[in-house]
C-alpha cells in the first residue's frame, strides 16, 4: 500500500492558508538571507565575544584563529550581518557601557580604562562626538537630575 | 534636528496609556490636556527616561486614512513599531502570562529573534533580540 501522503500536505497547506501576509514574508526572509547557519553562528560567536570582551583590545586575529576564516572574511561578515563594522559596534559598546560608568559616580579617566579605552582626553573627545557632551558634562547633569529628583 | 519623539496611532489614548504602562512597563512622560478629550501623551523607557519618548497618538479616531492604514497593518500582522529587549522568550513569557496575545511567537532569523503582539489599541509591536 502507498502511503498517502495528502493529510499531512494538506495540513500543510490551511496553516499556510492561517498565515498572515509578515509570516509569511519572515519565511520567505529568512530563506533569502538567512539560509547560511554556518556563517551565521559565526557572526553571532563574533558578537557574544565582543559583548563580554568589550574592556579589550579587538583581536581579529585571534577570532580568525577560532574561526579557521580570514580575518578580512570575517569583517566583512560582520558588516553584512549586523551593518556595522566589529570596530564600529565595539565602540558604541564602549560608549553605552561609559554612560553606565559615570552615572555610577565612576570618575572620567577611570571610566575610560574601565570600558577599554587608552587615553582619557580621546574617551572625551569621542564620548562628546557620540553623546553631545563631554563625560564630565554627562556625570554633572546627570547628578543633578537625581537630586531634582530627590529634593521633588 | 533631534529625534525626540515618535509617534504610535491608538485607537483609545487612555486604554492605550494603560496598556503602554502597566503591561509594557514604561512610564509616562508628558500629559497635556488638547482639544476634547484628546492628549498629548508620551511615554519613555523606565531606565531611559531622556530617551526618546513614544507619542500615543489618537489619529485613527480622528483621521480616516490612519485608522484605514493602520487596520491594513494589523490585518496583514504587520507590527507598526519594534522594542528591543534582552530576551525575547523571556518577555514573551511574561507578556503572556499577562494575557497578552501574539502573531508571532519567539522566532528566530538569522541575527535576531522576534516575536509580534498586539497591543490592543490596534497595533502589532515587535520585539527584538540581538542575537
Same mark, same amino acid.
Given at each position: 500500500?502507498?502511503?498517502?501522503?495528502?493529510?499531512?500536505?494538506?495540513? $500543510?497547506?490551511?496553516?499556510?492558508?492561517?498565515?498572515?501576509?509578515?509570516?509569511?514574508? &519572515?519565511?520567505?526572509?529568512?530563506?533569502?538571507?538567512?539560509?547560511?547557519?554556518?556563517? &551565521? +553562528? $559565526?557572526?553571532?560567536?563574533?558578537?557574544?565575544?565582543?559583548?563580554?570582551?568589550?574592556?579589550?583590545?579587538?583581536?581579529?586575529?585571534?577570532?580568525?584563529?577560532?574561526?579557521? $576564516?580570514?580575518?578580512?572574511?570575517?569583517?566583512?561578515?560582520?558588516?553584512?550581518?549586523?551593518? +556595522?563594522?566589529?570596530?564600529?559596534?565595539? &565602540?558604541?559598546?564602549?560608549?553605552t557601557k561609559s554612560?553606565?560608568?559615570?552615572?555610577?559616580?565612576?570618575?572620567?579617566?577611570?571610566?575610560?580604562?574601565?570600558?577599554?579605552?587608552?587615553?582619557?582626553?580621546?574617551?572625551?573627545?569621542?564620548?562628546?562626538?557620540? &553623546?553631545?557632551?563631554?563625560?564630565?558634562?554627562?556625570?554633572?547633569? +546627570?547628578?543633578s537630575q537625581s +537630586?531634582?529628583?530627590?529634593?521633588? | 534636528?533631534?529625534?525626540?519623539? !515618535?509617534?504610535?496611532? =491608538?485607537?483609545?489614548?487612555?486604554? @492605550? %496609556?494603560?496598556?503602554?504602562?502597566?503591561?509594557?512597563?514604561?512610564?509616562?512622560?508628558?500629559?497635556?490636556?488638547?482639544?476634547?478629550?484628546?492628549?498629548?501623551? *508620551? =511615554?519613555?523607557?523606565?531606565?531611559?527616561?531622556?530617551?526618546?519618548?513614544?507619542?500615543?497618538?489618537?489619529?485613527?479616531?480622528?483621521?480616516?486614512? @490612519?485608522?484605514?492604514?493602520?487596520?491594513? %497593518?494589523?490585518? @496583514?500582522?504587520?507590527?507598526?513599531?519594534?522594542?528591543?529587549?534582552? #530576551?525575547?522568550?523571556?518577555?514573551? /513569557?511574561?507578556? #503572556?502570562? !499577562? /494575557?497578552?496575545?501574539?502573531? =508571532?511567537?519567539? *522566532?528566530?532569523? /538569522?541575527?535576531?529573534?522576534? @516575536?509580534?503582539?498586539?497591543?490592543?489599541? /490596534?497595533?502589532?509591536?515587535?520585539?527584538?533580540?540581538?542575537?
Amino acid at each position: 500500500m502507498l502511503k498517502t501522503p495528502n493529510k499531512p500536505y494538506t495540513n $500543510t497547506l490551511a496553516v499556510m492558508n492561517k498565515m498572515t501576509f509578515y509570516q509569511k514574508e &519572515i519565511n520567505r526572509i529568512k530563506g533569502i538571507c538567512y539560509s547560511n547557519d554556518r556563517q &551565521i +553562528q $559565526t557572526v553571532i560567536g563574533m558578537r557574544n565575544y565582543i559583548e563580554n570582551n568589550f574592556d579589550k583590545e579587538l583581536n581579529l586575529d585571534l577570532l580568525s584563529h577560532i574561526r579557521f $576564516t580570514s580575518k578580512f572574511h570575517l569583517l566583512r561578515l560582520f558588516k553584512k550581518y549586523y551593518g +556595522q563594522t566589529p570596530r564600529q559596534y565595539l &565602540i558604541d559598546k564602549r560608549i553605552t557601557k561609559s554612560k553606565i560608568y559615570l552615572r555610577m559616580g565612576m570618575s572620567v579617566s577611570e571610566t575610560c580604562y574601565s570600558v577599554g579605552f587608552e587615553s582619557p582626553s580621546s574617551f572625551s573627545t569621542l564620548f562628546k562626538k557620540k &553623546i553631545g557632551k563631554t563625560p564630565t558634562d554627562f556625570q554633572k547633569e +546627570q547628578f543633578s537630575q537625581s +537630586q531634582s529628583k530627590v529634593n521633588s | 534636528m533631534k529625534i525626540k519623539v !515618535l509617534s504610535i496611532p =491608538v485607537q483609545d489614548q487612555e486604554k @492605550a %496609556l494603560k496598556f503602554y504602562t502597566e503591561t509594557l512597563g514604561f512610564i509616562k512622560k508628558v500629559d497635556v490636556p488638547l482639544s476634547e478629550e484628546n492628549r498629548w501623551l *508620551t =511615554v519613555v523607557n523606565k531606565e531611559e527616561q531622556d530617551g526618546t519618548e513614544i507619542l500615543l497618538e489618537p489619529s485613527p479616531k480622528h483621521f480616516e486614512p @490612519a485608522k484605514t492604514y493602520q487596520k491594513a %497593518l494589523f490585518d @496583514a500582522g504587520i507590527p507598526y513599531t519594534q522594542f528591543n529587549v534582552e #530576551n525575547v522568550q523571556q518577555e514573551y /513569557g511574561r507578556l #503572556n502570562n !499577562l /494575557g497578552v496575545e501574539f502573531s =508571532v511567537s519567539p *522566532t528566530e532569523m /538569522g541575527t535576531v529573534k522576534i @516575536a509580534v503582539f498586539n497591543d490592543t489599541c /490596534g497595533n502589532k509591536i515587535q520585539i527584538v533580540e540581538m542575537l
